[in-house]
């Protein structure tokens, strides 16, 4: 199983990005996925998370009313829409797959054994 993070890049506050997630070699649409991110000297943090029917999403406190995850799972692809991105937003997004089909969304990192290699973000103040 692969997971492809792209979209990531150079913006200033305010601005927005779209980050978008291909999952291959596997299942995608039977999977919670989630997006976390690390920035600079600190640890993974969850960002958000969205059920394999994409019936439940959950976000993090700090991204709550700017970000929105969605799906397409006749394209294998989640897609994080990040708007009014703020400079404390700067990091490297990171997509993951759930471990176990049909699982609810977790926070945990330890629920998630597919990850993909990561896409920098860096807003501008």
């Known amino acids: 199983v692969q997971l492809q993070a792209s979209g990531g890049g150079l913006v200033q506050a305010g601005g927005s990005l779209r980050l978008a997630c291909v999952v291959s070699g596997g299942t995608f649409s039977t999977y919670t996925m989630s997006w976390f991110r690390q920035a600079p000297g600190k640890e993974r943090e969850f960002i958000s998370t969205i059920t394999w029917s994409g019936g439940t999403t959950l976000y993090a406190d700090s991204v709550k009313g700017r970000f929105t995850l969605s799906r397409d799972n006749a394209k294998s692809t989640m897609y994080l829409q990040m708007n009014n991105l703020k400079p404390e937003d700067t990091a490297v997004y990171y997509c993951?797959?759930?471990?176990?089909?049909?699982?609810?969304?977790?926070?945990?990192?330890?629920?998630?054994?597919?990850w993909g290699q990561g896409t920098q973000v860096t807003v501008s103040s």
């Open positions: 993951a797959r759930k471990r176990g089909m049909y699982g609810l969304g977790s926070q945990r990192l330890n629920d998630y054994d597919y």
